[in-house]
Every structure is written in C-alpha cells, then in structure tokens.
C-alpha cells in the first residue's frame, strides 16, 4: 500500500470556485477520501499539499490535514500489523472518527471543531446552542444516537417549552438536530434503520412539521420606500452611517450583514461586487449601480469596504471577525429602529428588512418568482416563498371581485 498524501482534487469544483481537498491511497487500485476542506488553487502548494498563507487561518487547517496525514499512516501501519484484508471502508470509517463513539455529544464536538476550521461560525454556534441544551435536558451527556427515536424526540420537545422557548426556536434546535444525524449516518455512527424522523419511508415518525411558525415577513412598501429614500441624514450624523448601509443592501438584493461586513476591495471587479455568501457557499456577482458607487466610495477603505472591521486583516482569525460583526449587527438595528421612527414607519425595520423588501418590490412589479429565486441564490422555491409577503384579506378580497 503506497503512503497516504493529501491532495487538492482539481477533477471536481464546488459552487464557491473551490476544488475539495482529499486524502489518496493506492491499493491495487487509487482511492480518494474527501477531508470536508476545500481551497482555491491559488492558495494551495501542491508539493507539500499544504495550504499557502494567502488562504485564511493557514496555520489551523494545515494543522487539521497533519493530523489527518498522521493519523492515515497510523490506521495503515495497524492494518499491515494485523494482516487483516484492506477495506477501505473500514478505513475511512476510522480516518474520520466514525468508529470512536455512538454518544451524540462527543460527535457534536467533531461537529463544532470541524465548523470552526472551516470558518462556518454561524452553524458551529447553532451547534453549540444545541450541545448546552441536551447537557441542560440529561445533565451526565450519556445520551446516543441509538436512544433517539420518536419518544425521545417528544420528551425533548416538551423539555425546550419548558425552558421557555417558542416554536421557532424548538424547530431550530430539531433541524440542527437532524442533520447531525444525517451526519452520523453518512460516517457510519449509526445505521439508517435508527432514523427517527418523518421522511418519504416512514410518515410516522417524528415531524417538525407542527413546529412552523407563520414567518409573517413585513417588508416596507412603495410608500415607506419613499419615506426611507427622503431620510436627511445629515440632520442626523450619528445615524448617517447605518442609513447608507441599509440602502446600499436594499439595493445589492439585501445582502446579509455579516457578507457586506467582510466585503473587500478585491470583491470589487469592474462594475460588480463578487462575493461568497458565509451561510451558503453561493456566488453572488451584483451590478454596481450609481447609488452604490457612491456609498462604497464614501466608506472604502483600505481593506474592507466597511468600517465595521476596523483595521483587521485577513490574516485575523475569522472567529473573532465574526463575533465583530454581531456586535455591530446589534448597533446597527437599534439605528435603524430610530431612523424608521423618524421618517414615521410603524414596522419594525431589521437588517432582515432589506431583503424582504427586496424580494416584494420584484413580485409587485412581476418578477418572475424563478428569477427572484435566483436573484436570492436559493436551492429551492420554498424558501424563496418565504420572503415573499402574504396578501391580506382584503387584497385577496378584491381579487374575488373580478369575478
């Protein structure tokens, strides 16, 4: 059996540009086991199949691919010893930790880790919120997958009302939940049979169907639109950042806060603004428009686009840049909340607002609901519907009387 190597397998590219990083071995034929990294070619030095430091946080994920690297040719010389025949299922079963434990918790923990390598801080804290809740619900942390079926799912359930939460909330903790499980099944932690919920093979099982909540999207209107755009705010300094900010995500199709934080003067090229979306991994390529120029130029500075990030780098660690951006998150809405009762609307006005009022101004002028999807970077209709605002009863009404 050759030696291990870890390499970046340019055959495949994924829908950021990157191309996924593996581990390959040869026994009698090649086999090639995926690390769950990923990298640019630009960033990655092939003779030592180790990241470059143009790609953020190098040190921590070369770190990762060293331990992988060590721990392949460990799982190979015990095979060799053993004179057990190769499957290289069992080896990637014990390369990637499925075989150490059945305990939920302990496999969050990998969970937690790996997100964080990889810079998904946003699903490493749902994660992590889901970890300090099962420890809240069974205080030792024995639980395992094999004991999570329906009745379990349900105590669960009712314990989370118990502490408070509402439907929107328990539904967050199940969804995570599940896909953990997905995670555990696809590593061999579990077998499929101990699925426990609802799908197309057993409608019986536990669904979060009833854990919907009417998200109840409030966009603002044409009206309020215009009440927006005759905001002075140079009657108001200290709001006069926030205001750009919001308009110019209105009108980059809503862009998340924390995406337009992290915004550099390299995703600008031309007339666009490229960019990768954190939550996703989608593409996004928006036309500068002529409002937008003027925003970026007013605030551009060396680095980044905005000054939420001061003088950071990106050779900062994501982790702390993160938890930078929801602290401005959070000033940032308690503006818009004052500028919103300045120009007199009664909504609440969000971050979130912006890309709710984004996708609605698109339906009343009959935007396709395709394109809006598109425009989004969403993988399916649902969740576009669900940026897209409800019709009150009476708009519903009047349509009765065309009748």
Request: aromatic share 12%; glycine share 4%.
């Amino acid at each position: 059996m050759s030696t291990p190597k870890i390499i970046l397998f340019k055959g495949k590219t994924l829908s950021n540009g990157n191309h996924p990083i593996m581990l390959r071995i040869y026994k009698k034929k090649e086999f090639r086991i995926s690390l769950g990294l990923s990298t640019k070619v630009k960033n990655w030095d092939s003779q030592v199949g180790k990241y470059k430091k143009s790609e953020q946080n190098f040190q921590e994920k070369n770190r990762l691919i060293n331990s992988y690297q060590s721990k392949a040719e460990k799982i190979i010389h015990e095979l060799e010893l053993s004179n057990k025949p190769f499957s290289i299922a069992e080896f990637k079963a014990k390369l990637l930790d499925t075989y150490s434990s059945n305990n939920v918790i302990q496999f969050l923990d990998v969970k937690i880790k790996e997100l964080k390598i990889k810079d998904r801080i946003g699903n490493m804290r749902q994660y992590s919120h889901l970890k300090s809740k099962l420890l809240k619900q069974s205080k030792t942390g024995d639980l395992t997958f094999n004991q999570i079926d329906y009745n379990w799912l349900q105590s669960f359930e009712t314990f989370l009302f118990s502490i408070g939460l509402k439907n929107a909330g328990i539904s967050t903790h199940m969804r995570t939940l599940r896909a953990l499980f997905n995670e555990a099944i696809r590593r061999g932690i579990v077998e499929t049979k101990y699925y426990p919920f609802s799908n197309q093979f057993n409608r019986n099982a536990y669904s979060l169907s009833h854990l919907k909540s009417d998200p109840s999207p409030k966009p603002l209107d044409l009206n309020e639109v215009s009440l927006l755009k005759a905001f002075n705010s140079i009657d108001h300094p200290n709001l006069s950042q926030s205001y750009d900010v919001f308009m110019f995500m209105l009108r980059a199709r809503g862009i998340n806060f924390i995406d337009l934080c992290f915004l550099t003067i390299d995703n600008i090229s031309g007339d666009r603004v490229n960019y990768i979306r954190n939550k996703t991994d989608k593409h996004f390529s928006i036309k500068i428009s002529p409002e937008m120029d003027e925003i970026i130029n007013k605030y551009k500075g060396e680095y980044y686009i905005f000054p939420y990030l001061g003088q950071s780098t990106k050779a900062d660690k994501y982790y702390d840049l993160y938890y930078k951006t929801r602290y401005a998150l959070i000033h940032f809405n308690k503006d818009l909340k004052q500028i919103a009762k300045i120009c007199g609307i009664k909504k609440k006005v969000t971050s979130y607002t912006a890309r709710y009022t984004y996708t609605n101004i698109l339906v009343q002028n009959n935007v396709n609901v395709t394109l809006i999807q598109q425009a989004l970077g969403h993988s399916s209709l649902a969740t576009t519907q669900h940026y897209i605002k409800k019709y009150s009863n009476d708009e519903i009404d009047r349509l009765d009387l065309l009748l």
